[in-house]
């Protein structure tokens, strides 16, 4: 199925999930409230059935700006592919989990949680993934300040002689 | 091994040697370095181990414990997680320990020395180093001359006069 098939099949039985998007994009826009329903019927439709969540990707469009988080999408039944992206506002955001749907969300959500602070909502055990567990603050946002100083350990680099 | 003799008897097989001497002679013949990678220098560090260059006839042995190990070989990028490991696995090697900082992230921070939010600016900040070896990654035989080093090293050692 193309594109706006897909949209169109979406948007029959979720109409409040879709969110208008640029003409020409390549993707659907959601909103966080509808997605775990809808997130079921990508799975489970028989049109559909996109049963293999590929990547699971969180990113920032920069200060001011909400955080999202695309979800590319495949069906090895089909044989499509969609990417759905779903923004949140920057603080305190949520996202309702797709862990139980696709296994493979689990830890992509535990890094996006890792790396942006996005919450997803009914994850089963949302813990950083990479950074150690007292880090502090969400390093891929792009207003993020490094620390100067990890559990004593100097952090930025000392240019003492070089700069 | 340069072992300057006191004195050696035709017979018996007796040597008189300083202590010093022969026991710094025994330990920079088996620098055993402690076996464990953090990045692509490992990969290095192992071609070095294997046949191709065999570290083993400096007499350079993996060991899988720090228990067990004299030399810690620090090779490849130490992030902010893996230094508090870094250092607590260095405490738990035996005296007379020593560490060899491999390439450029472990010496220096590397290619991460600016944005590295997460990157240990030089494995120096945790652990005292003793032979830096340069390179991104350095070659086997750059780490083969930093063990080379590091036995010069040792064998100016006074570990019976030592203050510590």
């Known amino acids: ?163 | 091994m340069a072992v300057s003799l006191v004195n050696r008897f035709e017979q018996d097989n007796i040597i008189v040697e300083q202590i010093d001497n022969l026991l710094n002679w025994a330990r920079a013949g088996s620098p055993w370095y402690f076996q464990f990678g953090l990045a692509c220098c490992a990969i290095e560090m192992m071609a070095a181990a294997a046949p191709r260059y065999d570290l083993e006839r400096f007499g350079a042995m993996p060991r899988s414990s720090p228990r067990q190990a004299d030399v810690m070989i620090v090779a490849g990028t130490v992030t902010l997680k893996m230094a508090t490991r870094v250092k607590r696995l260095y405490e738990q090697m035996a005296n007379p320990k020593y560490v060899i900082s491999m390439g450029s992230c472990a010496n220096s921070g590397g290619p991460y020395w600016q944005y590295g939010y997460h990157v240990l600016k030089g494995v120096d900040l945790v652990v005292p180093v003793d032979v830096y070896v340069p390179g991104c990654p350095p070659r086997p035989e750059a780490l083969m001359q930093g063990l080379l080093e590091l036995q010069k090293k040792i064998k100016e050692d006074t570990p019976l006069r030592r203050v510590s």
């Open chain 1, 1 to 163: 199925m193309e594109l706006a098939a897909i949209q169109t099949r979406v948007g029959a039985v979720h109409p409040d999930a879709l969110v208008p998007t640029d003409e020409g994009a390549a993707y659907l826009s959601m909103t966080p409230e509808h997605w775990a329903d809808v997130a079921q019927l990508l799975r489970s439709d028989e049109e559909l059935r996109f049963n293999v969540l590929m990547c699971l990707t969180g990113y920032d469009r920069g200060p001011g700006e909400p955080l999202g988080v695309a979800y590319n999408l495949h069906s090895m039944d089909k044989l499509h592919k969609l990417e759905v992206r779903i923004e949140v506002p920057r603080d305190g955001g949520k996202i309702p989990s797709v862990a139980q749907i696709w296994r493979t969300a689990e830890w992509h959500e535990r890094e996006a949680y890792d790396l942006f602070g996005i919450t997803f909502v009914g994850h089963p055990d949302l813990r950083r993934i990479l950074l150690p567990e007292d880090w502090e603050g969400y390093p891929l946002r792009k207003d993020y300040k490094e620390p100067d100083y990890y559990r004593g350990i100097p952090v930025p680099k000392d240019k003492r002689g070089w700069e």
